[in-house]
């Protein structure tokens, strides 16, 4: 390919570069990415190295001055908000001798309450929404400005004080809270509002209308001074604010509320922190969710969706002479690793991975764990191939001391593909999935010659022999024995089965279901159950694909749809499936055992009106209810094309075909995304669900996901159940089904009607 980099020896000097400004000494690195990953750059690590005059790095001389201790910063904050408030109450000391005990009680519960703010998790300081907003906002449209920036201006302080925000994060703050004070009592002034003991019906309306003003000029101040600080350019790390403004508004109509009952009687007023309490909760459980769409669990990197964002966020940002440049690194061998030692070790092994990469990639540049061996990253000051091949040998270099797990040496390295962006171009959506998908072609091609690194060329483009190889023989099987799969007709009988708990078979004969005919070409689809966790009841099974390929024994459908998706061979093998799930159904419909089966699609299905004419014409055909059909859909997949995907799915729920959003938590989805689409199901991701009785944090994440699906109205449906633990804490956490080996393994169509009729209901003990 002429871009590969031969293996070199560890310590060999690197080639001049302006890979970019090194971490400072003492500085985390990866701070605010990573919140396992705190540690500090040593010397001689990612920076030190490439530490190269002439190449616009700071030196000692430019660095900054250390920032004021952080008492100090605070009795400086208090000092001003002092000064401020006796400004205020100088100017307007009559204002403030005439207001009535409500105000102060108002006011003291504002800075009481704001001892407690609301921050979501993994945001910056302005992503804080304060609870004493629900009471500042009633005194100004009770009261006027004056008095309710006064209050706010000492609530601020002490929600910057708990915080433990640098103290020249708490102006701004203040000076956002009283801009959103200033713009709703604006409002009020202009339209006559002043909520008193008998409201009119269109004081509501105009609430709502101060409320509106507050949001708008409060965000608007912060995302002025997020422009300032970038320069000018867009700010990055664009979060959804939907949680974080539902929050707001939800304060701020509070209010008026608070006000009514200070109006009737102080003693009401107290009652408003049970409300208070309830949104605090809110916030708390969408902000886990929202961290752990964002991080990955084991190492605590910043995962694929961060990723994305950050591609659109600096593409181009280095100007013309610098490029973006990702680089995918995966571990050599370590399945081996984990055969050897076994998964806990594995696990601990990635975690040092992670651990050494964070410490020597520089603060401005990023690194996110994919998933399994696979690490990334995202370097924005480069200037050419052979500056990112630099950084991938000193990355390379970083991996080749022995990494010690228990006494013993565990030699590491990494096969490193790089990608990188034209020279100062704007960043897309979906610059992010073209640079992985090039870099895994490099890497792929490194790995075939034996180098350790490579860089994306032309000639790398369709990845390697093996993988063309493999998607040859998939193509090939798949037209040269078209499904010829149909429904067997009764044709002869079975004894009478058992009576089981709760449920009894059919006391005569019934038709029993001949094995269908099915091309010899090692394509099957094994079923796996999944179990009602309130009853015990099976609900549904979901079709799981598998290859016995004639020389490389069973592949499974994770390594066929990566192999297949980006190409026509794709809807051919959905059409094979789809085929044979729709007519198995039927073969369970006419064996008296109907039940509703799962199939997975991809992302290339959903593109095109195709599968939505495929699927109502088989569902015709074979006289099969719609109902026991469930699409699964990945939120990679979701997120590729929405607005594809979304007319795809609508079409296919009018048809009354079920949607369900599988791996829930992993990819790149939200909540406004979950608000609009018309899913019926949410599956949580196995490996959430697997680490939840070991680790509190997935724990909280498997109920944070339950609780909102419930809130949404969907089925929840947790993967990876292997064990009575897990279970009983999934039904004390209200999930609706289970999926697992701790009921049943995939097994073939034919063996799962005699499954069922063993299978005996396990509910759960009753918890107080």
């Known amino acids: 390919m002429g871009a590969a980099q031969p293996r070199r020896a560890p310590g060999s000097p690197l080639p001049e570069t302006c890979f970019g400004q090194p971490a400072q000494q003492g500085q985390p690195a990866q701070q605010g990415q990573a919140g396992q990953l705190g540690q500090a750059a040593q010397p001689g690590g990612f920076g030190a190295a490439l530490e190269t005059p002439g190449y616009g790095l700071r030196t000692a001389g430019s660095l900054r001055w250390p920032p004021v201790p952080q008492w100090r910063g605070i009795l400086l904050t208090a000092a001003g908000v002092a000064l401020a408030d006796g400004a205020l109450w100088a100017i307007s000391a009559d204002t403030f001798a005439a207001l009535p005990p409500a105000y102060w009680a108002m006011a003291v519960l504002a800075v009481t309450v704001d001892a407690r703010p609301y921050v979501l998790a993994n945001r910056r300081a302005s992503s804080v929404v304060l609870p004493s907003i629900c009471f500042t906002f009633a005194i100004a449209l009770a009261w006027g400005f004056v008095p309710a920036v006064a209050a706010q201006l000492v609530a601020v302080t002490v929600a910057g004080a708990r915080m433990r925000r640098p103290a020249r994060r708490v102006p701004h703050l203040a000076v956002q809270h009283a801009g959103g004070l200033a713009g709703a009592s604006l409002v009020a002034a202009v339209t006559g509002l002043h909520l008193g003991l008998a409201p009119h019906w269109d004081d509501a309306v105009l609430t709502v209308a101060a409320a509106a003003a507050w949001i708008g000029a409060r965000y608007g101040l912060a995302a002025v001074a997020a422009r300032w600080r970038h320069e000018g350019g867009p700010p990055r790390h664009h979060e959804r604010r939907g949680v974080e403004l539902f929050a707001t508004a939800a304060l701020l109509l509070l209010g008026p509320v608070v006000l009514a009952a200070a109006q009737v009687g102080l003693v009401l007023v107290p009652l408003v922190l049970l409300a208070l309490q309830a949104v605090h909760r809110m916030v708390r459980s969408a902000g886990e969710y929202e961290r752990a769409a964002r991080i990955d669990a084991l190492t605590g990197l910043p995962n694929r969706r961060v990723l994305q964002a950050a591609v659109v966020d600096r593409g181009g940002e280095g100007g013309p002479q610098r490029q973006l440049a990702l680089l995918l690194l995966d571990l050599d061998r370590f399945r081996n690793v984990n055969d050897a030692l076994g998964h806990l070790l594995g696990d601990r092994l990635l975690v040092e991975v992670a651990h050494r990469l964070a410490a020597a990639v520089p603060t401005h540049d990023l690194l996110v764990r994919l998933g399994g061996d696979e690490f990334a990253v995202l370097a924005t000051r480069v200037d050419g191939p052979a500056a990112a091949r630099a950084v991938a040998g000193h990355l390379a270099d970083v991996l080749h001391r022995p990494f010690h797990l228990d006494g013993l040496a565990v030699d590491v390295s990494a096969t490193i593909g790089i990608a990188l962006q034209a020279p100062g171009a704007a960043a897309g959506a979906g610059d992010a999935a073209t640079l992985l998908r090039q870099a895994e072609a490099a890497m792929y091609d490194a790995k075939q010659r034996g180098d350790q690194i490579a860089v994306y060329g032309p000639d790398a483009a369709h990845h390697s022999p093996e993988r063309l190889t493999l998607l040859a023989d998939l193509r090939g099987a798949l037209r040269e024995h078209p499904s010829t799969f149909d429904p067997a007709l009764p044709g002869r009988t079975e004894p009478s089965g058992p009576v089981l708990a709760g449920r009894t078979e059919p006391s005569g004969p019934r038709p029993a279901v001949d094995r269908p005919g099915s091309p010899d070409d090692g394509i099957q689809l094994f079923y796996q159950p999944q179990i009602a966790i309130a009853t015990g009841e099976v609900v549904g099974v979901e079709a799981l694909l598998r290859w016995q390929h004639p020389r490389r024994g069973l592949v499974g459908a994770e390594e066929l749809i990566r192999v297949a998706e980006q190409t026509p061979v794709m809807r051919l093998l959905t059409a094979r499936v789809l085929h044979e799930v729709v007519a198995q159904l039927a073969a369970w419909q006419v064996a008296g055992r109907p039940v509703r089966a799962a199939v997975n699609v991809s992302v290339r299905d959903l593109h095109s009106?195709?599968?939505?004419?495929?699927?109502?014409?088989?569902?015709?055909?074979?006289?099969?209810?719609?109902?026991?059909?469930?699409?699964?859909?990945?939120?990679?997949?979701?997120?590729?094309?929405?607005?594809?995907?979304?007319?795809?799915?609508?079409?296919?729920?009018?048809?009354?075909?079920?949607?369900?959003?599988?791996?829930?938590?992993?990819?790149?989805?939200?909540?406004?995304?979950?608000?609009?689409?018309?899913?019926?199901?949410?599956?949580?991701?196995?490996?959430?669900?697997?680490?939840?009785?070991?680790?509190?944090?997935?724990?909280?994440?498997?109920?944070?996901?339950?609780?909102?699906?419930?809130?949404?109205?969907?089925?929840?449906?947790?993967?990876?159940?292997?064990?009575?633990?897990?279970?009983?804490?999934?039904?004390?956490?209200?999930?609706?089904?289970?999926?697992?080996?701790?009921?049943?393994?995939?097994?073939?169509?034919?063996?799962?009607?005699?499954?069922?009729?063993?299978?005996?209901?396990?509910?759960?003990?009753?918890?107080?």
């Open 609 to 768: 009106a195709e599968i939505a004419e495929r699927v109502d014409a088989l569902l015709r055909r074979y006289g099969v209810p719609a109902s026991l059909l469930q699409l699964e859909i990945t939120e990679s997949a979701l997120m590729a094309d929405p607005h594809r995907v979304l007319t795809t799915i609508t079409r296919l729920d009018r048809m009354g075909v079920a949607i369900s959003l599988d791996d829930f938590g992993t990819g790149y989805s939200s909540l406004q995304h979950l608000r609009r689409l018309p899913l019926t199901e949410v599956k949580i991701d196995r490996s959430f669900v697997l680490g939840m009785v070991a680790d509190r944090g997935d724990a909280a994440i498997v109920r944070s996901v339950i609780d909102l699906a419930e809130a949404l109205r969907l089925r929840v449906v947790a993967e990876g159940v292997e064990d009575e633990s897990t279970w009983r804490m999934l039904a004390r956490a209200g999930c609706h089904a289970a999926q697992g080996w701790f009921h049943a393994r995939p097994m073939p169509a034919d063996d799962l009607l005699g499954w069922m009729a063993r299978y005996r209901p396990l509910r759960p003990v009753p918890t107080t």
